[in-house]
């Protein structure tokens, strides 16, 4: 097969047929979904992102895969995310399910299989309190 000039940079190959061509997904794509995941979960208020992630999103630009590290090897992710709580959950418990939803997220959506998701609490997110 002639080498494919194509080829994305960090990505993945998740389907080669050798007949009609391959399907790669970009380690961003995989960002975005555990990014996703991790905030449809009841008590995440968002994701913790960096201070130029920090500034782009005060611009307006939405940067979906903020707060979110992942690292693809041989078809096995690891992910990091970075979280802010909303004030009053228990944190291990959301943090659970939290890890539950994005390993069913990225694993049902790639066929990549998740070895670990590692979620740093950056902040608790204290505006409704009285």
Do not use: F, R, W
Request: proline share 1%; charged share 25%; net charge negative.
């Amino acid at each position: 097969m002639a080498e494919n000039k194509n080829e994305m940079k960090d990505s993945y190959t998740a389907y080669d047929s050798g007949q009609i061509g391959t399907v790669q997904i970009a380690d961003e794509v995989v960002a975005i979904i555990a990014g996703l995941a991790a905030t449809e979960v009841e008590g995440v208020k968002s994701m913790a992102g960096n201070i130029t992630n920090e500034l782009v999103g005060k611009l307006g630009m939405k940067n979906l895969s903020k707060g979110v590290k992942v690292d693809v090897k041989d078809g096995v992710v690891g992910v990091d995310l970075n979280l802010n709580i909303k004030y009053g959950y228990a944190i291990p418990e959301v943090c659970k399910v939290v890890q539950e939803k994005v390993k069913s997220a990225i694993e049902n959506m790639t066929g990549l299989s998740v070895s670990k998701i590692n979620i740093g609490i950056a902040g608790v997110n204290l505006e409704n309190i009285k």
